[in-house]
């Protein structure tokens, strides 16, 4: 048996959670998600808990198990404390703004680069050097930020580029000058 699937959801006081089917809607005080899963799984409401069982022993199934389970608790976390990203941005003449509900970057490049903010996610800048990434579904938040990274990730020489907080990167030693003879 799946050690995560089997684990009950608690659903936190002020979240709604409706099953209609195999379509799951989570509403709680920061907004409202909704997500459809394989119908195989078996997603009941017991009180305060959410359950997910599976139908068989089948690989496909036990594979769906956990992930159905994790989807929904990401589901209910969302909507209760939301998710955040921290980038930061190093590198000389490198910065961050916020200009209306766009993210306005100097990265080094000719131009400015210019990132939207999606519909979901929200940024912010608290520092030049800092980009923080806000937003209910954690896969959203977790691609916008792979986006914004992916604008000039960083190199292994100098280090310079956008990274997440925390990531560390592996230095590379650089070209070794002629040896004396």
């Known amino acids: 048996m799946s050690r995560i699937g089997k684990k009950p959801i608690t659903v936190p006081a002020g979240v709604d959670v409706k099953i209609d089917g195999s379509t799951v809607t989570v509403k709680g005080p920061k907004g409202t998600l909704s997500n459809t899963f394989n119908s195989d799984m078996i997603i009941k409401s017991e009180g305060s808990e959410i359950i997910v069982d599976r139908p068989s022993e089948d690989k496909v199934h036990k594979s769906l198990h956990g992930l159905t389970r994790t989807l929904i608790n990401n589901m209910v976390e969302g909507v209760t404390n939301g998710y955040s990203k921290s980038l930061d941005i190093e590198g000389v003449g490198y910065r961050a703004a916020k200009q209306g509900k766009n993210l306005v970057m100097n990265l080094g490049y ?13 940024i912010d800048v608290p520092a030049p050097n800092k980009i923080v990434i806000n937003g209910i579904d954690k896969q959203k938040v977790g691609q916008f930020a792979a986006e914004v990274r992916e604008k ?14 925390g990531e560390r990167i592996i230095r590379k030693e650089g070209k070794a000058g002629k040896g004396k003879k």
Do not use: A
């Open 110 to 122: 000719s131009h400015q680069v210019i990132v939207p903010e999606i519909e979901g996610i929200t």
């Open 152 to 165: 000039r990730p960083p190199e292994p020489y100098k280090g310079k580029g956008i990274r997440y907080t």
